[in-house]
C-alpha cells in the first residue's frame, strides 16, 4: 500500500498570476516579425517561428496584431518605411532620370545590405500561395500595382515638364524599371554583390536616359 502525503505546497498551491501580460515595445517585435517574413516569405514563417524571433508568445501575437496576416500587412508598412527616403525621390523637383537613378541605386543597396535578409520583401512576395492566403497575395500585388502607377505618373510628369520626351511610352517604361527592381531583387537573393546589382542599375539607369530630351 502506497500513503500519499500532501505537502504544504500542494496544500496551498501558488497563486494564479492575473492581469496583463509583460508589455513589449510593438516596433521592436514588430522588427523581427518583418526579418522573419522577409528572410522566409508568409507561408515559410511558422507562428513558432515569428513567436521565437518576437519573443512573445502566441496569445501576445494575437492579441496585439489579430491574426498572422495582419502582422504581416503591419511588417509590410514597416519595411516600406526602410525605403521612404529612396522612394521620396518621386516627389522631389529633380528631373526624371535623377529620380529613377535614385530608386534604383537605393534599391540595390536596400537589397544587398548586410544586416537584413537580402532582396525585396514585396517585389516577388506571396507570387504563388495556398488559396486561403489569396487576400494576402492580393494585398501585396496592390502594393506593387501602387508603386508602379508612381513610376508612371513620375514619368509622365517629366514628359509635361519637358526633361523626358513627349512620344514616350509612360507606361512601359515604368513597367521596365519596375521589372529591374524585381529582377535585383531575385539576383540579391541568389547571392549577387551590391556591386552587381549597381551594374544593373546603371545599364537601367542609361535606358531611361534614352528618352530624355
Known amino acids: 500500500m502506497i500513503t500519499v502525503k500532501n505537502s504544504a505546497d500542494m496544500k496551498n498551491p501558488?497563486?494564479?498570476r492575473r492581469g496583463r501580460p509583460p508589455a513589449f515595445d510593438r516596433e521592436v517585435v514588430l522588427a523581427a516579425a518583418r526579418e522573419t517574413f522577409w528572410a522566409h516569405g508568409y507561408e515559410g514563417a511558422s507562428i513558432?517561428?515569428?513567436t521565437a524571433a518576437m519573443g512573445i508568445t502566441p496569445q501576445s501575437l494575437y492579441a496585439?496584431?489579430?491574426?498572422?496576416?495582419?502582422l504581416y500587412r503591419a511588417a509590410l508598412q514597416?519595411?516600406?518605411?526602410?525605403?521612404a527616403d529612396t522612394f521620396s525621390a518621386l516627389g522631389e523637383p529633380i528631373d526624371t532620370v535623377s529620380a529613377f537613378g535614385r530608386i534604383l541605386q537605393g534599391s540595390a543597396a536596400i537589397f544587398a545590405a548586410p544586416e537584413h535578409p537580402k532582396g525585396c520583401m514585396i517585389s516577388t512576395a506571396v507570387l504563388n500561395c495556398a488559396s486561403e492566403n489569396d487576400g494576402v497575395a492580393d494585398h501585396v500585388a496592390a502594393l506593387r500595382r501602387q508603386s508602379l502607377s508612381g513610376f508612371a505618373a513620375r514619368i509622365e510628369r517629366g514628359i509635361?515638364?519637358?526633361?523626358?520626351?513627349?512620344?514616350?511610352?509612360?507606361?512601359a517604361?515604368?513597367?521596365f524599371v519596375a521589372a529591374i527592381v524585381q529582377g535585383m531583387s531575385v539576383q540579391a537573393r541568389d547571392g549577387a554583390s551590391l556591386e552587381e546589382l549597381l551594374d544593373i542599375a546603371t545599364l537601367a539607369i542609361a535606358e531611361v536616359s534614352r528618352h530624355r530630351v
Not at 496585439?64 to 495582419?70: G, H, L
Not at 515638364?161 to 509612360?170: F, L, S
Open 14 to 16: 501558488p497563486a494564479r
Open 48 to 50: 513558432a517561428d515569428l
Open 64 to 70: 496585439a496584431f489579430n491574426s498572422k496576416a495582419e
Open 78 to 83: 514597416q519595411y516600406r518605411m526602410l525605403g
Open 160 to 171: 509635361r515638364e519637358g526633361d523626358i520626351k513627349a512620344g514616350t511610352n509612360a507606361g
Open 173 to 175: 517604361l515604368a513597367r
